[in-house]
């Protein structure tokens, strides 16, 4: 059996990303298990054995892709007649037409290299940001989505800053001179109307949201809460906002939209010009979880 691991030089070159979202271009190290380990162990030192008893030698990353879409070359694996792979949905996108030869002979599974894959093991997409944890390559995406230790993206879209949830509250508060609030869920806060944008914080489960202020102060404001996937951490949350002792402006169960998914519908509170009064706290807040 052939096991992978990831090689010294690619945790380097990952510990590099943190605090950013680049791709790491690491190699992985390749350990032939031995089947007799007392016999062979003179061997095996000359052939750079580790501490287990295992040779080792390294492959890059970039083999393990799809040279189609660059994604992961996850099973099942097709091949045309002259050996040239692809994923099952490039597979299907190509319509059985290979991208390098453009064969048009049905492909075939390559089950050979599908169960090299299904060996192979690599360390956690985030163990640049702590995540100590060796996973199968072809559930690293089922790993990485869990994983405790995923960064936290920036609430901005177009910022591409991503890091622990203690260092994103920093870059809010230097980078995008946002105030913080922190709130406890289902308790209702108050804050004036003329903000411009602040940075929500419920520590219990380390999420966070932006309070956004972004109606025209000609015309009156639209107040909303937003958050990403990323920080959300595939959990549900609605939000009421309302103006105090004012009936007609109230927005109730208000699903808290996700910046970074597309179907989303962000959904505001308007409030008139004429019924802002600045240096009143008058915006009520109410953000819960749903269970
Ligand atoms: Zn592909
Ligand atoms: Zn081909
Ligand atoms: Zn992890
Ligand atoms: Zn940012």
């Not at 030698?57 to 099973?75: K, M, N, T, W, Y």
């Not at 509250?169 to 944008?197: C, M, N, W």
Request: aromatic share 8%; proline share 4%; glycine share 4%.
């Amino acid at each position: 059996m052939e096991k992978y691991t990831r090689s010294k030089r690619g945790q380097a070159a990952a510990t590099k990303c943190s605090g950013s979202k680049s791709k790491s271009k690491s190699k992985l190290k390749v350990e032939h298990a031995s089947t007799a380990p007392s016999e062979a162990a003179g061997s095996q030192k000359s052939r750079n054995s580790n501490d287990t008893g295992v040779d080792t030698g390294s492959i890059a990353l970039r083999v393990l892709e799809c040279i189609v879409c660059f994604g992961p070359l996850l099973p099942p694996i097709y091949q045309c007649q002259n050996g040239h792979v692809a994923c099952h949905p490039c597979y299907e996108k190509l319509r059985h037409i290979c991208h390098t030869c453009e064969s048009l002979l049905s492909y075939a599974r390559n089950l050979a290299l599908e169960n090299v894959m299904e060996s192979v093991m690599i360390s956690c997409p985030h163990a640049s940001f702590g995540c100590e944890e060796t996973v199968a390559y072809i559930k690293q995406q089922e790993h990485a989505e869990k994983c405790t230790f995923a960064p936290f993206s920036c609430l901005f879209p177009d910022c591409n800053y991503a890091a622990s949830f203690k260092e994103l509250i920093i870059h809010a508060t230097i980078k995008h001179h946002l105030l913080t609030r922190s709130f406890v869920d289902g308790s209702p806060f108050y804050e004036f109307l003329d903000f411009q944008s602040i940075f929500l914080i419920h520590h219990e489960t380390n999420t966070c949201f932006l309070l956004r202020n972004s109606g025209e102060i000609a015309s009156g404001r639209a107040f909303s809460v937003v958050s990403n996937r990323s920080c959300l951490r595939r959990t549900n949350w609605l939000y009421d906002l309302s103006l105090v002792d004012v009936l007609e402006f109230r927005l109730c169960d208000a699903p808290v939209e996700q910046l970074d998914n597309q179907s989303s519908s962000e959904t505001i509170l308007f409030v008139p010009q004429k019924y802002c009064t600045p240096l009143v706290d008058n915006l009520r807040i109410c953000i819960r979880k749903i269970s």
